[in-house]
């Protein structure tokens, strides 16, 4: 039996709230219990950063995904401006600023990728009476040299042009029909990162890896522990970066690094875009962004960065987030009208579309139809 749309949508919803609501539950109850299996030789006791291989490799990469989609966006934004935009100077002026804007976002891949870097190499560095402030301005110290500066910019601009030339043969209509994507991707990337920062502030949540170090243990340790509901407020009472040398000791709900992971859901995307037919391209878009997306998780929970919930919080806003902006760009709300509206669009054996009104008769026409029945001959009773 072929489902409508209306009830593929509902089905939809229904499985996700089930999905989800259930991982919130057992989150709720095992946040910490989690985080104790999963950091289990993986964060030293005492120590704020963990040393464990595969947590400190997603956590140097995992927020580069965002990044990544947006030079991706500005590479086509780049051809669109040459290809499409008719008007000369502008679309070569518009072409220059979104290959400036793609290299901007590999600089950011970049940075962030040798300012985590640089955060483990000086883990272990030793500093004079353990003081976590001079440590703490060590690294931003050698984040702000001008040489390493350079060379990101370098490898930026070097990525973002071989972006530029992958993307060379796209046809016209195809840069058309990523626009769509393009105008989703922002609205997502927009709504579920300004949502993170703005949660993460009042939440106030003490990470794990606070609540390990040497000086969390000594407030008390995993006694400082909350579920995520709790607002504590604790940003406004401490200052993070004067206890333990960084600034985001209390930052843990929901996790910034697994939303940002979660911008490859944006591929999800181009299924419908680019109208992708074939079962196993669809699988490998949906089980890639999936799985990516998991990886960086699971790693936030080992380096004690985040607790479970907050990463199913932080993954789950990138997500919703995706579809919300894929149902207003590019199904142009046809699920919503499907549930809600009138007139089904899932192919449904009835139309129930409402008819249009049947249209008055202009003026002239109502003239014509006087004259005729005057000339018409009286019948005989």
């Known amino acids: 039996m072929k489902l409508s749309l209306k009830h593929k949508t509902l089905i939809s919803v229904a499985l996700f709230v089930v999905i989800f609501a259930g991982l919130l539950v057992a989150a709720t109850f095992t946040d910490l219990e989690v985080s104790h299996i999963l950091t289990d030789k993986a964060l030293p006791d005492g120590a704020y950063l963990a040393d464990d291989f595969f947590g400190v490799f997603f956590e140097i990469i995992g927020s580069a995904a965002i990044y990544v989609v947006i030079a991706i966006c500005a590479c086509i934004l780049f051809w669109f401006a ?15 600023a979104f290959f400036a804007a793609g290299v901007v976002a590999f600089w950011f891949v970049f940075s962030d990728i040798y300012k985590y870097s640089i955060e483990h190499i000086l883990r272990d560095a030793y500093v004079t009476g353990g003081n976590e402030m001079l440590r703490y301005d060590l690294i931003h110290e050698l984040e702000d040299k001008g040489a390493f500066i350079a060379v990101e910019v370098l490898c930026a601009l070097a990525l973002n042009a071989l972006c530029v030339l992958t993307m060379k043969n ?4 195809t840069l058309k029909k990523l626009i769509k994507f393009v105008l989703a991707f922002v609205v997502m990337a927009v709504v579920s990162n300004v949502l993170v920062m703005i949660i993460k502030v009042p939440a106030g949540r003490m990470r794990y890896r606070a609540m390990n170090s040497t000086v969390g243990q000594a407030m008390g340790g995993f006694d400082n522990f909350t579920r995520w509901y709790v607002m504590t407020g604790n940003n406004d009472v401490f200052d993070s970066k004067a206890l333990f040398g960084y600034s985001d000791g209390f930052k843990s709900f929901p996790s910034g690094h697994t939303c940002a992971a979660g911008m490859v859901y944006a591929f999800i995307m181009l299924i419908d875009v680019l109208d992708i037919k074939k079962t196993w391209q669809k699988a490998c878009i949906w089980g890639g962004t999936v799985v990516a997306t998991m990886l960086v998780a699971v790693s936030r929970i080992v380096v004690g960065a985040h607790f479970f919930s907050d990463v199913l ?27 809600f509206g009138k007139g089904y669009l899932g192919g449904d054996d009835t139309d129930d579309t409402p008819c249009e009104p049947a249209e008055e008769p202009t003026e002239d026409e109502t003239v014509e139809v006087e004259e005729e029945t005057t000339d018409t001959p009286a019948v005989a009773e």
């Open 170 to 173: 796209v046809k016209v209509e």
């Open 313 to 339: 919080m932080g993954g789950t806003l990138a997500f919703v987030s995706m579809i919300i902006a894929r149902e207003i760009f590019i199904f142009k709300g046809a699920h919503l009208k499907a549930v």
């Open 82 to 96: 040459l290809k499409v935009v008719p008007k000369k100077p502008w679309n070569y002026i518009l072409a220059v």
